[in-house]
């Protein structure tokens, strides 16, 4: 099954976008293996709240990497 978006629902036009806090949201959804790179996405976002931007993060899926991923974002 190909991925698929449904841009109208993310044009801020037509939908008032929602934030989870003040700054930056980044999401990831997918399969959570090392390939994937989502622990370079949670040291990065770590870089960059220890350096005052405000960034959030949120990660939906599962998979053989997700104990780690877990611990590695506290």
Do not use: E
Not at 51 to 66: K, N
Request: net charge positive; aromatic share 6%.
């Amino acid at each position: 099954m190909p991925n698929a978006t449904d841009p109208h629902r993310f044009d801020p036009s037509i939908v008032t976008p929602q934030r989870l806090g003040k700054g930056i949201t980044v999401g990831f959804c997918g399969y959570l293996a090392d390939w994937a790179g989502v622990d370079l996405l949670l040291r990065a976002a770590g870089k960059l709240r220890r350096s005052g931007i405000l960034i959030d993060v949120v990660v939906i899926g599962d998979g053989p990497a997700a104990g780690s991923l877990k611990a590695l974002a506290g």
